[in-house]
């Protein structure tokens, strides 16, 4: 009776630190202390599934790992943990816990030398997404209760960890969705193209926390991208444009027309500039194309200093900001293309009305007033729409006199 009720009390305990409003980390250590408690064990660590790798990772842990927490990893199925998760299962190894053959030690986790290990599947409706592990220095025999218990937690932990990354899937889509609003606020307030990339990529820096975020375009004559606008916290990354783009991998990009993820630049020998990214920092690359009706007009490159495998919804969120980068590079284009034209219309008219006067004056041919206008172009190395005014304005004066 007495033992029922000091359960009854710890599942009270357990559920209201769950449901507590604290830090998700300030609830992982008080659930690990709670785990240690229950097996009266010398350690726990808890790791979590890295879909995006398909590794497990070590996130949290009683003793202090500041150093492994996030770079311990195992494939699934690599060693007991991974063995744990890939099969869903519960491994109680009472003592000589790493002669077993599954065991794959770590020499920076003091946690692999103890006698005793117990390891058990974080689980959240059916689904696996991490492992906990409880180690005994000493030997230890763990009962049914004790690990019935474990896997108590591990489903409280997994709901717990579930319910936070539902929570920032939600804030990181509220985000972007806020980005996607402002970049097309921007396009349609702003005529300035320079100011609507600039926009683009301080925005794209800031929801991605990326320590570069540049948008280049390509120059088809010179066969090179150059930087339009570029947010940087990286200050020799400007020095090193423009990108020549024979052989690089935008080059590639560019030609497949379709997102580059690179979790590691340092591993890959089309990287332009390998000695920015080590003095840098460097690490990953998403790098998407701007494309407009079919024509790849530049990219958008994204540096992180961490080694990320950015996921879908990264890469389609950045697709979405691209195409409306397109969009605004396209229509700029195209006014500049509109007002040229209507420059050089208007510079016929004065060209054809300066022609008209010194004909009249000079008693010139058509062809005549011309050739001395091109001449005298030439000479005074003005143009030619210069010099139309310069002549028209001149009969305006001798008219008034």
Same mark, same amino acid.
């Given at each position: 009776?007495?033992?029922?009720?000091?359960?009854?009390?710890?599942?009270?305990?357990?559920?209201?630190?769950?449901?507590?409003? !604290?830090?998700? /980390?300030?609830?992982?250590?008080?659930?690990?202390?709670?785990?240690?408690?229950?097996? $009266?064990?010398?350690?726990?660590?808890?790791?979590?599934?890295?879909?995006?790798? @398909?590794?497990?990772?070590?996130?949290?842990?009683?003793?202090?790992?500041?150093?492994?927490?996030? @770079?311990?990893?195992?494939?699934?199925?690599?060693?007991?943990?991974?063995?744990?998760?890939?099969?869903?299962?519960?491994?109680?190894?009472?003592?000589?816990?790493?002669?077993?053959?599954? &065991?794959?030690? &770590?020499?920076?986790?003091? /946690?692999?030398?103890?006698?005793?290990?117990?390891?058990?599947?974080?689980?959240?409706?059916?689904?696996?997404?991490?492992?906990?592990?409880?180690h005994h220095n000493e030997r230890h025999q763990h009962s049914a209760d004790e690990v019935a218990m474990v896997t108590f937690i591990g489903e409280q932990m997994g709901g717990l960890i579930a319910r936070a990354k539902l929570a920032e899937h939600y804030q990181t889509a509220l985000r972007r969705m806020e980005t996607l609003g402002a970049v097309a606020q921007a396009i349609s307030a702003e005529n300035y193209l320079e100011?609507?990339?600039?926009?683009?990529?301080?925005?794209?820096?800031?929801?991605?926390?990326?320590?570069?975020?540049?948008?280049?375009?390509?120059?088809? /004559?010179?066969?090179?991208?150059?930087?339009?606008?570029?947010?940087?916290?990286?200050?020799?990354?400007?020095?090193?444009?423009?990108?020549?783009?024979?052989?690089?991998?935008?080059?590639?990009?560019?030609? !497949?027309? $379709?997102?580059? %993820?690179?979790?590691?630049?340092? @591993?890959?020998?089309?990287?332009?500039?390998? /000695?920015?990214?080590?003095?840098?920092?460097?690490?990953?690359?998403?790098?998407?194309?701007?494309?407009?009706?079919?024509? %790849?007009?530049?990219?958008?490159?994204?540096?992180?200093?961490?080694?990320?495998? &950015?996921?879908?919804?990264?890469?389609? &969120?950045?697709?979405?900001?691209?195409? !409306?980068?397109?969009?605004? %590079?396209? @229509?700029?284009?195209?006014?500049?293309?509109?007002?040229?034209?209507?420059?050089?219309?208007?510079?016929?008219?004065?060209?054809?009305?300066?022609?008209?006067?010194? !004909?009249?004056?000079?008693?010139?041919?058509?062809?005549?007033?011309?050739?001395?206008?091109?001449?005298?172009?030439?000479?005074?190395?003005?143009?030619?729409?210069?010099?139309?005014?310069?002549?028209?304005?001149?009969?305006?004066?001798?008219?008034?006199?």
């Amino acid at each position: 009776m007495e033992t029922s009720s000091t359960q009854l009390a710890l599942l009270h305990h357990i559920s209201n630190v769950v449901s507590s409003a !604290q830090d998700i /980390e300030v609830i992982f250590s008080e659930l690990v202390m709670l785990t240690m408690n229950v097996t $009266h064990s010398d350690a726990c660590l808890v790791y979590l599934i890295d879909h995006a790798t @398909n590794e497990i990772v070590l996130r949290a842990s009683q003793l202090p790992h500041d150093a492994e927490i996030g @770079n311990v990893r195992m494939k699934m199925g690599e060693g007991i943990t991974g063995w744990v998760a890939a099969y869903n299962s519960v491994v109680a190894l009472p003592r000589n816990a790493s002669a077993d053959s599954r &065991f794959k030690p &770590f020499s920076s986790l003091q /946690e692999d030398t103890y006698e005793a290990f117990l390891s058990v599947p974080l689980v959240d409706a059916g689904e696996i997404i991490g492992v906990i592990n409880v180690h005994h220095n000493e030997r230890h025999q763990h009962s049914a209760d004790e690990v019935a218990m474990v896997t108590f937690i591990g489903e409280q932990m997994g709901g717990l960890i579930a319910r936070a990354k539902l929570a920032e899937h939600y804030q990181t889509a509220l985000r972007r969705m806020e980005t996607l609003g402002a970049v097309a606020q921007a396009i349609s307030a702003e005529n300035y193209l320079e100011r609507i990339l600039r926009t683009i990529t301080e925005m794209l820096a800031e929801t991605l926390d990326s320590a570069i975020c540049s948008i280049l375009l390509a120059d088809d /004559e010179k066969k090179e991208l150059i930087v339009s606008a570029v947010r940087c916290s990286a200050p020799d990354y400007i020095h090193y444009m423009p990108i020549p783009m024979k052989g690089s991998l935008i080059e590639y990009m560019i030609r !497949q027309d $379709h997102p580059i %993820v690179i979790p590691n630049i340092h @591993n890959e020998t089309q990287h332009v500039y390998p /000695e920015l990214a080590r003095k840098s920092g460097l690490m990953s690359l998403l790098a998407v194309p701007l494309t407009s009706q079919g024509k %790849v007009l530049g990219a958008i490159n994204i540096y992180t200093r961490d080694e990320r495998s &950015f996921s879908q919804d990264d890469v389609g &969120f950045v697709k979405v900001v691209a195409g !409306q980068a397109a969009i605004a %590079v396209r @229509n700029a284009r195209l006014a500049s293309q509109t007002l040229e034209m209507k420059r050089t219309l208007e510079a016929r008219k004065l060209i054809e009305r300066a022609r008209g006067v010194l !004909q009249y004056k000079h008693k010139l041919t058509a062809e005549e007033a011309y050739l001395r206008l091109r001449n005298e172009s030439r000479r005074l190395s003005r143009s030619m729409r210069d010099l139309a005014e310069a002549v028209i304005l001149a009969d305006d004066l001798d008219e008034g006199r």
